[in-house]
Structures are given as C-alpha cells and as structure tokens.
C-alpha cells in the first residue's frame, strides 16, 4: 500500500463530502489523535493515580477480592 496515495484519496474524497455527520465524525477521529487524555485529568486526579502507583512501587496493595469483600454491603 502506498500511503501517500491513500492519502490523496482520502483528501479527494474528503473534499467531496456535502454530509456534516460524516465531517462531525471525521473531526472526532480527527482530534483524538491530537489529545492526551492525561492533559484532560483535574490536577487531583493526576495526583491520586501518582499516590496509587507510589503505593504499588511500595508493595502497598490490596486483592480485588479481599477489597471488594471488604465493602459488598455497600456495592
């Protein structure tokens, strides 16, 4: 596959499209590819998952079952 061909093609038939529900979707594709989703996290967020992974580096974890029959009575 030559991929600048496809490419061309693409921007050929880009260009021809006259449906928005084709280009909104084009543009969700489109701008997934540009974001982070780490740069869209609150900064409490970001902190809480660096503490949960500097408790894992630590060794302080827990089983899934142990945790989640720990609080079945709430779930």
Partial sequence: MNIQN???KL???IKSLSDENIIERIMVVKESQNSDWWNELSNFE??????GIADIKKGEVHQHSKVKKLYEKWL
Avoid: F, G, L, V
């Fill in 46 to 51: 970001r902190k809480s998952i660096d503490s």
């Fill in 6 to 8: 496809e490419k061309n």
């Fill in 11 to 13: 921007i050929e038939w």
